[in-house]
């Protein structure tokens, strides 16, 4: 099936500092989400982008829809220990969904 | 509101052996999606339900994999036999599918992790 292009693969960084991460497809989505995964559970959705250009908040999160409708960015501000896990794109055509290969984030306090 | 269940969190088999996976969706979704996850790897689709009908299942493979969703709530996917490269998590999801926004959106159940020996 197919996978997004998700970077970067891993990240460490201070408490504090803003992460960004993206992805990108050979496809056009009509649909964006950013899911979170932590150890033992499934991806929890964090934000879901519906038009191109759309730029959606969810407190820290910050998360864009791409204008060709082909990638899609997520910016976490001011990390802390909790943002600990593995972020995932996902695009949505219809009711099929496609992943993106996941982002680490490790936050070290 | 309950979450979607999946039953069991671990299963550890030999190879060879058969192996099956519950799921219960969140009530009154009417989406079922079965997932592999494979480690370090985002979730790829092996099958999806509308109700009882699976609509998509073009990356189940079927000379082992099976699943069935009765009376279109819980479902069951199978492994007979087992290989070693079936060790991975198998997550569920449900949406409620009936279009529009926050209908679009799945839910995931925590995993189950297969480990084949």
């Not at chain 1, 802390?80 to 996902?90: L, N, Q, R, T």
């Not at chain 2, 493979?61 to 060790?87: H, M, W, Y």
Request: with cysteine; hydrophobic share 35%; proline share 5%.
């Amino acid at each position: 099936g197919q996978q997004l292009n998700q970077s970067p693969q891993s990240m460490f960084i201070q408490e504090g500092e803003d992460v960004s991460m993206n992805c990108t497809s050979s496809s056009i989505f009509n649909t964006w989400l950013w899911y979170k995964q932590e150890p033992g559970e499934g991806p929890v959705l964090l934000i879901a982008l519906y038009k191109a250009g759309e730029l959606t908040s969810n407190g820290r999160l910050t998360a864009q829809f791409g204008i060709t409708r082909k990638d899609s960015f997520l910016n976490i501000s001011a990390s802390i220990p909790s943002d600990v896990g593995i972020y995932f794109c996902a695009g949505q055509r219809g009711n099929q969904f496609y992943f993106g290969t996941g982002t680490s984030l490790t936050v070290i306090p | 509101e309950a979450g979607v269940v999946q039953s069991p969190r671990y299963k550890i088999i030999e190879k060879k052996q058969p192996v099956a996976f519950w799921c219960n969706p969140i009530s009154g979704h009417n989406t079922l999606y079965w997932y592999l996850q494979n480690l370090g790897q985002g979730p790829e689709l092996l099958i999806r339900y509308e109700n009882e009908e699976a609509v998509d299942d073009s990356q189940l493979p079927k000379d082992r994999f099976s699943a069935e969703r009765l009376k279109g709530v819980d479902s069951t996917l199978k492994i007979q036999p087992a290989e070693l490269g079936d060790s991975a998590v198998y997550l569920c999801a449900s949406s409620s599918g009936t279009g529009g926004r926050i209908d679009n959106e799945q839910f995931f159940g925590p995993g189950t992790r297969l480990t084949v020996l």
